[in-house]
Every structure is written in C-alpha cells, then in structure tokens.
C-alpha cells in the first residue's frame, strides 16, 4: 500500500510542469547565448568540390561575424546523402550546419523512397547560397564536337558509352538521364565521390562524358584538357561566354540549374536561424566574396529561408516528375 500517493502525483506534476518550463525558456537563453564555441559545417563533398570552396568563401567571414570558429568538416559519400542524414540527427542548438547542393533534398528523396533515412523537413533552411548552370563535357580529344556528335556516337553504339556522376539523384545524373530519354539512347553512369574525381577521369579518358557545375569545368576547359559541348541554363551565361545552350543545340526547355544552400537541424532555435540568415546574406552581398564565387561560376543568390523551402517543393515536383517518368528508383 502506497503511504503518500497524493504526495506522489503532486511531485511528479510539479517535475512534470519544470521539465516543461525548462524546454520552453531553454530555447531563448541558448538563443542569446549563443554562440559560444566553434560552429561544425558539414559539406558532404570531397575538399574542392564547389560546395567546399563555397563553404570555406563563407566560414572565414561568418567566423569572424560570429567570434568563433566555423569548421568545415567535409563527409563525402552516396550523393551527398549519408552526410546530409547524419546533419539531420545532429542536436538542433546552433553549432551544427550544413552547406549542400540540391540532390540530396531535391531528388534523393523521390529516388530513395524507403531507404534514404530522412526528409527533407528534417532540416532547417537557413538561406541558398549561390545557383549555377551545369555544363557538358567530354575528352579533349573526343570527336565529338557537339550535342549532336555526342547523340550520333551514343546511338551508333547502344550502351558502350559511359558518363561521371557525383552520385545517383545528382544533377549530373538526372541531367544525362533527361538527356537519354529526350534522345533515345543508353549510357552507363559511373558515380565518383565528387566533381574533382569526375572531371579528372574525363581528363584521362576514363569516362567519355560528364554534366558537372562550370567551378571545377572551366579551368580543365580553359587549358583545354576537356572540351564544353554546351551549358544548361535555357539562355547563353554571362559567365560562361561562346558555350552554347542545350535548348539551342536542339533540346527546348532543358533546363538545370545547380544550387547549393545552407541548412540546420529542424528545431534550431529560429533566432539562430535568423541571425544565420542574416549573416550569410550579408557576407554573400560583400564584393570579395562575390568576386570569389563568380571566379567559381556561380552567382550569389541570398535568400530567406521561406524562399529556400519553396525552391526545394518546386524543384521537387519538376525533377520528381521526370523521375517518376522515367522509372527511376534506387531503393
């Protein structure tokens, strides 16, 4: 027989109620608190791929915005996707963030409907970062000369050809899957850790073509160790001058622009998200790191974090449809 129950349930009411206050007043004094140690950036990248040099433009600055430390810790692996989750089940108090391009929240989810291990609203937007067209390539000494040279060879050799991805789900592969279908042909994609890989393998012959962003492309087209055959965006770039468009070597509307973002765990304290926000839009907005990323390509393209969300439900709902066109699954 229980002496005190009335005792009993009054104190576990009264942990109960402090339990319940201390969640509710924990968010606003880590809020202020914060920050008060070194910040981890998670890319799930290889070092000099365009989102780790994007990170590391942004993390010198926002440290010394912040007065601490911003590491950025590069996890490559599957697309992007095993450092995404791992982001995902991060402790939602500031100090983790991830900077990512658009697979692995866009696409990923549509391809890996059972296995990936997330979603999308497992993370907290924070701002896009910067968008970019994809551009084409193949071996310098290729014969192929054009779009259309590169459709004729894949044709007159039914899956012999292969092409580099950053991973299953990626731009890189989903712009050559939207290609083959357009085209009616057959490739073998051959997925690498990071666009450095890719493009490297392209130098060597190893793979005969690859979509990849223009910041690790051009410099390998400028010294004409590979050559462009066209770029993604449906109207010629400023910054990518004498590259035709896919739209005008005979394919309308391909379009694909890559983007890359930063995000938090969801149930980051919003005050954090927003002084984030507001940091990374102001240094995206400062000439020195505009003149570093158009160095890489791309163009700086600070948003809110409600801007962020409806681009990945819009770019969703476009490539998920060619996806679902095309039969695509990787569960």
């Given at each position: 027989m229980h002496r005190f129950p009335l005792l009993r349930r009054t104190l576990s009411k009264t942990a109960l109620g402090l339990a319940l206050a201390a969640t509710v007043l924990g968010t606003p004094a880590l809020a202020a608190t914060w920050p008060d140690k070194p910040l981890h950036m998670i890319v799930p990248f290889p070092p000099g791929s365009s989102p780790d040099i994007l990170a590391r433009v942004i993390a010198e600055p926002l440290s010394k915005a912040l007065g601490q430390s911003v590491v950025v810790e590069n996890k490559p692996g599957a697309g992007g996707n095993i450092a995404t989750r791992d982001a995902t089940r991060a402790k939602p108090d500031g100090y983790t963030i991830l900077m990512t391009i658009n697979g692995p929240l866009v696409t990923a989810p549509t391809l890996y409907k059972k296995t990936l291990g997330y979603k999308p609203q497992d993370l907290a937007p924070i701002t896009l970062v910067g968008t970019s067209p994809n551009v084409l390539i193949v071996p310098q000494n290729s014969p192929v000369k054009s779009v259309k040279d590169f459709v004729a060879r894949a044709k007159a050799k039914p899956g012999a050809m292969n092409f580099g991805t950053v991973g299953p789900g990626s731009s890189s592969h989903l712009c050559m899957a939207m290609l083959e279908h357009r085209a009616g042909i057959e490739l073998e994609q051959i997925p690498y850790s990071g666009f450095p890989q890719v493009v490297r393998s392209v130098i060597n012959g190893d793979i005969q073509a690859s979509f990849m962003v223009p910041g690790i492309a051009m410099p390998q087209i400028q010294a004409h160790k590979v050559r462009a055959l066209a770029i993604t965006s449906l109207q010629p770039s400023d910054i990518l001058p004498g590259i035709p468009t896919m739209a005008s070597q005979g394919y309308p509307d391909f379009e694909s622009i890559s983007w890359d973002?930063?995000?938090?765990?969801?149930?980051?304290?919003?005050?954090?998200?927003?002084?984030?926000?507001?940091?990374?839009?102001?240094?995206?907005?400062?000439?020195?790191?505009?003149?570093?990323?158009?160095?890489?390509?791309?163009?700086?393209?600070?948003?809110?974090?409600?801007?962020?969300?409806?681009?990945?439900?819009?770019?969703?709902?476009?490539?998920?449809?060619?996806?679902?066109?095309?039969?695509?699954?990787?569960?």
């Open positions: 973002a930063m995000f938090a765990p969801a149930g980051t304290p919003p005050q954090i998200i927003t002084r984030l926000n507001q940091e990374i839009t102001a240094i995206l907005k400062t000439p020195p790191v505009k003149k570093k990323m158009a160095s890489l390509y791309f163009s700086p393209a600070p948003s809110t974090p409600e801007q962020l969300t409806a681009l990945i439900k819009s770019d969703t709902e476009r490539w998920g449809g060619l996806i679902d066109r095309l039969h695509l699954s990787l569960d």
